[in-house]
Each structure stands twice: as structure tokens, then as C-alpha cells.
């Protein structure tokens, strides 16, 4: 069983940058394509960005296309979610989510039910 920790939320002006952190304990994140996913007050649970166990693909929401960038260090047992340029909209509580499925489509992968961990979530604040 793998355990999920994000950490690198806060409060920032819109236009600044931060970088999320998911760290696990239990297993290596080697073997898992991980997600990140946002949910702000009231609404649904959205997809942010994907990548695949190998690091070679990556998926991201429309949105943040070209603002944000996933990456993973299996050494660390870490996943990472840089988020430059930020807006007021980008406003939620961010989590991340291990998934062992070894089909990883980005289809697949903006599907929250196809997580099987999660973190507890980070909130990210973007004020204008």
C-alpha cells in the first residue's frame, strides 16, 4: 500500500509560481502512473496532469497546457507539479494520485475512479 503526501501549496498573487510536491511512503511510485487533480469548494474533482510510470508521456487539462508541467524522480519517490503563471482560477485544494494500471491513456488518466490512492490534498490560493 503506497501513501500519498502533497505538500508546496500557499498563498500567492496571481502571475507568481509554485511547485507541488507528492511524496509516497510504502511502495516505490515506480510502479504506479501518477495524477494530479484539483477540487475547489462545490465543485467536482478536475483534472490537472498526468504521467505515466515510465515518465515518457504526459497529460495535462486544457487550461494549464503550457503553465504546467509534471515530472517524477523515482529516486526520490516523488512526483512534482511546477504551476507557473498562475490565476485566481487555479484556486483549489490539489491533490495527487497513484494509479498501478498499466494502461495509461490520457483519457484514462482524467478519470478519478481510475486512482486507487490518494494524497490528502494541498490548497493552492491565487489571489488577484
Known amino acids: 500500500q503506497v501513501q500519498l503526501v502533497e505538500s508546496g501549496g500557499g498563498l500567492v498573487q496571481a502571475g507568481d509560481s509554485l511547485r507541488l510536491s507528492c511524496s509516497a511512503s510504502?511502495?516505490?511510485?515506480?510502479?504506479?502512473?501518477m495524477g494530479w487533480f484539483r477540487q475547489s469548494p462545490g465543485q467536482e474533482r478536475e483534472f490537472v496532469a498526468a504521467?505515466?510510470?515510465?515518465?515518457?508521456?504526459?497529460y495535462y487539462t486544457n487550461s494549464v497546457e503550457g503553465r504546467f508541467a509534471v515530472s517524477r524522480d523515482d529516486a526520490e519517490n516523488t512526483v512534482y507539479l511546477e504551476m507557473n503563471s498562475l490565476k485566481p482560477v487555479d484556486t483549489a485544494v490539489y491533490y495527487c494520485?497513484?494509479?498501478?494500471?498499466?494502461?495509461?491513456?490520457?483519457?484514462?488518466?482524467?478519470?478519478?475512479?481510475?486512482?486507487?490512492?490518494w494524497g490528502q490534498g494541498t490548497q493552492v490560493t491565487v489571489s488577484s
Open positions: 494520485a497513484a494509479s498501478q494500471s498499466l494502461y495509461f491513456s490520457h483519457n484514462y488518466a482524467s478519470r478519478p475512479g481510475n486512482y486507487a490512492h
Open positions: 510504502g511502495r516505490t511510485l515506480s510502479s504506479y502512473g
Open positions: 504521467i505515466t510510470l515510465s515518465g515518457g508521456s504526459k
